[in-house]
């Protein structure tokens, strides 16, 4: 009797466990809407590039289009308007009103990083699907301590879809200011916030986090899908389980391979992490992308990775690439694969080498989980899309074979996303192709997501509990 209450109580707490994981946050579902307006924050920081004119091209819309389902949700329920608040890239930032002539400008005269286009392609998109109500952009950038007379939501009444201007090239966004949150309320006259760009939650920003500290708020459908269905697949995932990450925001990312170390059985370092690395272990990397003062948290990195797997196995559980190819200065983007031995101080690695593809893509044949973040190389270059590509490749064989295979980010999902449609493949294959790269990771990972945490939760039925 005694082994049998012991038994139940395990299997009773390991059901607690993951009911807590399970997505319990307040959701638009849950909201009353008629006739509100809603101020949304979606993730649009979509890959972009600029012709020698300044003309601005989506590389992707992903992200834009993963946002409709909430978008369209809100309007079928009879909201007043939707203002949408984003960011885009990492643009230089700006006290107030007043320097707004300091922020860089395209050869065309128009701003870097301005939400603009992003508005045109979300209003084609809209249109698509026949919504064809009135839409505005605001191209003023929103300041704290900004006062506007009369808020958005009053004074363009025809206006069904509003869209802001990039909210960091206010400087005070990063900073989590209450300042630029009151602003944003009261410039827009939102009475309800929804927090829908899960790419964005692992920020703690005043559009993210300080903005739902002072308006009813609620998470969109696109928040409650991601985190649901990543919180149903890892919960426990099947090993082996090898993480794959790449790309180029290597400060962000260092720290969360320190927390993949406990999680994951092999971790495949690329892009321009695996520089940073290279260099600690003493290769000229030539012109190649790094960041300093990366030192300590490598030797932390692998002072628990040796912990975990002993010395003697360290180099086939944290795995560098052993040759790279790279681009020399000067030529036009030639693709050169060469042995780490090779590189000269005029090199630039752009993507790993032949050699790591087929190491990759042997480890990969293994594992029965695996999540990619950051690609390879720099996929923008035709010549450097091959280590990514051979990835994109092998996860569509795991998830093929039954196994789970997730990408996160806004560029590497927005790769295989490409690379889906060059070959032919359904993107449905994939277990979950993820808006959210930093954000998959941390959320993985066991961190705390500023942007989700801040988010009411649903009540829980306590009666059910004590039963
Ligand atoms: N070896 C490299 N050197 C410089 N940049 C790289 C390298 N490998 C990948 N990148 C860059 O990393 C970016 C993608 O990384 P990241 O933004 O971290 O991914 P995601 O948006 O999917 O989270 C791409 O712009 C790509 O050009
Ligand atoms: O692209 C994003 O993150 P990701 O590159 O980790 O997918 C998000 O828009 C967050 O952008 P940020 O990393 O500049 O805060």
Known sequence: MLKHKRLYAIIFTKLENKKENMFNKKTVK?????????????????PISYDDNGSAHILNDFRIKASLPTIEYLINQGVKKIIIVSHLGRPQSVESLADIDELEKLPNGKRKYSLMPVFKHLKNLLQERDYYFPMNFHATP????????????????????????????????????LGLAQALKQITGAGIFVQDGFGVVHRGHSSTEAIAKIMPSYAGLLIEKEVGTLYSMLTTPKRPFIAVLGGGKISDKLPLIEKF?????????????????????????????????????????????????????????????????V?????NSKRID?????????????????????????ELKNAETVIWNGTAGVTELEGFKAGSAA??????????????????????????????????VDANDFS??????????????????PGLEIL????????????
């Open 327 to 331: 681009k020399v200065e000067g030529t």
């Open 261 to 325: 170390i406990a999680l994951s059985d092999k971790i495949l370092i690329t892009g321009a992490i695996a520089n940073t690395f290279l260099q600690y272990k003493g290769y000229n990397i030539g012109k190649s992308k790094i960041e300093d003062g990366q030192t300590e948290i490598i030797e932390s990195i692998y002072e628990k990775a040796i912990r975990k797997v002993g010395i003697q196995n360290i180099d086939n559980f944290i795995i560098l690439p052993s040759d790279i190819a």
């Open 432 to 449: 979950l192709i993820s808006t959210g790269g930093g954000a998959t990771l941390e959320l993985i990972s066991g961190e705390i997501l």
């Open 391 to 424: 990835i994109a490749e092998s996860m569509h064989e795991i998830a093929k074979n039954g196994g789970t295979s997730i990408i996160g980010g806004g560029d590497t999902s927005s790769f295989v996303l490409n690379w889906c449609e060059d070959k032919k």
């Open 30 to 46: 849950d909201a009353s809407l008629k006739d509100k307006v809603v101020l949304l924050r979606a993730d649009y920081n979509v």
């Open 142 to 177: 929103i300041f704290s301590r900004t006062h506007y007379p009369v808020p958005i939501a009053k004074a363009d009444d025809d206006y069904k879809i509003e869209m802001l201007e990039n909210i960091r090239f206010c400087k005070d966004e990063k900073r989590n200011s």
């Open 456 to 467: 009411p939760s649903k009540r829980r039925n306590i009666n059910n509990r004590s039963k």
């Open 338 to 362: 060469k042995d780490l031995a090779d590189i000269n101080n005029n090199d630039s690695i752009l993507d790993i080498g032949h050699k790591t593809i087929r190491m990759v893509k042997n």
